[in-house]
């Protein structure tokens, strides 16, 4: 790919693949795609979630709140999720399949015990920023491919946000894995169609550079 473009990898880690406390089903499958996705690309960005484990965004720290329950928070409606990715804990480390020796850097997200934050650009208040849009913008990076989990949550957000902030978005779908909760994905997919992200497969990748 040209030195214009990179590759996000999303929450590739062990909370999020079978065996973790939020584990997206089969998620693991699409490793190796990741993995190969990764060689065509000179610029790749990791997400991490890395919560501390009084996170408002886990169920056990609200009374009477099972997960997947929702409140209202400041920011508006909040998913109550089983605790994951607690920092420094097995759970949050990055799956020991995934190879991208060439990443250049690691964004962790989720730190903040107040407010959660699933895009790799914009923490849940759509206020507070990770720096990510900067770093990418200072090295002239102006189109970005999204890979990852989950498709529906932290995929979504992350692509929604490049376009908004003026990067030319693609997901690749065959290297993404969703947590369809109650109808999420096909919504998630509405939702990136309509903020300008483009959905494309890996053969459509591998041709363009072939």
């Keep these: 790919m040209q030195k214009n473009t990179a590759l996000i990898v999303v929450d590739v880690q062990n909370g999020f693949t079978p065996g973790g406390n ?13 993995n190969h996705i990764a060689t065509y690309f000179e610029n790749i960005v990791i997400t991490q979630d890395w919560h501390p484990e009084n996170h408002i965004s886990f169920a056990q720290n609200h009374e009477n709140k099972q997960a997947f329950d929702t409140v209202e928070l400041d920011y508006g409606t909040q998913v109550l999720w089983p605790a994951h990715c607690v920092q420094g804990t097995h759970d949050a ?25 699933y895009s790799a650009f914009m923490e849940a208040d759509q206020k507070t920023t990770t ?15 999204i890979v990852g989990i989950a498709t529906d949550f932290c995929v979504a957000w992350t692509a929604m ?45 591998i041709e363009q550079c072939a």
Excluded: C
Aim: hydrophobic share 45%; charged share 20%; proline share 3%.
């Design 131 to 145: 720096g990510l849009a900067g770093y990418l913008k200072a090295r002239t990076i102006d189109t970005v491919f």
């Design 161 to 205: 946000d490049a376009a908004k902030l003026g990067f030319n978005t693609f997901v690749i779908e065959d290297a993404t894995k969703g947590i369809d909760l109650n109808g999420s994905l096909q919504y998630a997919w509405q939702e990136m169609s309509a903020a300008g992200v483009k959905r494309i497969y890996m053969k459509d990748l």
């Design 22 to 34: 939020l584990a997206v089903a089969n998620a693991d499958q699409i490793i190796p795609n990741i």
């Design 93 to 117: 480390e990055l799956h020991p399949n995934l190879k991208l020796p060439t990443a250049q850097l690691i964004i962790r997200k989720g730190f903040h015990s107040h407010i959660d934050s």
